[in-house]
């Protein structure tokens, strides 16, 4: 497998070969360091192939958790679906994902978006949304700061 992200970026034909959880586990550390908003097709196949890489068993491992940060770095507030869907595929998910990362677009424009969207999970996905708001008032203002305290973690 090639490390070089050109290799990767524009040609979505290659993407099934990132299939194996090892392979996308190294494309991910490479976005790690040079992640760009261009870069967001490329990360919600990434993501999407990590959801269901934890849909068929326990655990939580953190390519997923990576793959739902450079998502959620990317600032599209119609992120908040994909990243909500990674948040509650199971148990561990749920537990292994903090909530701020289902605010991409920041807490007012996301939350926004989804109450004035017609996706079938609206509601459900504002109520949680406002759920973990009322139990984390300052979450937007230290949006910026949990980022970087996972990016560094994920870095190590």
């Given amino acids: ?3 070089d992200l050109g290799h990767w970026r524009d040609h979505p034909e290659r993407w099934p070969e990132l299939a194996a959880a090892e392979a ?46 450079l998502l959620h770095e990317c600032g599209e507030a119609d992120d908040v679906w994909q990243l909500s869907e ?15 990362l289902l605010f991409p677009a920041g807490v007012a424009a996301t939350l926004e978006h989804v109450e004035h969207s017609d996706h079938p999970d609206r509601d459900e996905v504002a109520a949680d949304l406002r759920e973990h708001l009322a139990h984390d008032p300052d979450l937007d203002r230290d949006l910026a700061a949990r980022r970087a305290g996972l990016r560094e973690y994920y870095s190590a």
């Fill in 24 to 69: 996308r586990q190294a494309v991910l550390r490479l976005l790690l360091r040079d992640r760009r908003d261009a870069d967001a097709a490329f990360l919600r196949y990434l993501l999407d192939q990590e959801i269901r890489s934890h849909e068929d068993g326990w655990g939580y491992d953190d390519s997923l958790g990576l793959a739902v940060l």
């Fill in 86 to 100: 990674a948040k509650y595929t199971s148990f561990d998910t749920s537990s292994g994902l903090d909530a701020f």
């Fill in 1 to 3: 497998m090639t490390t």
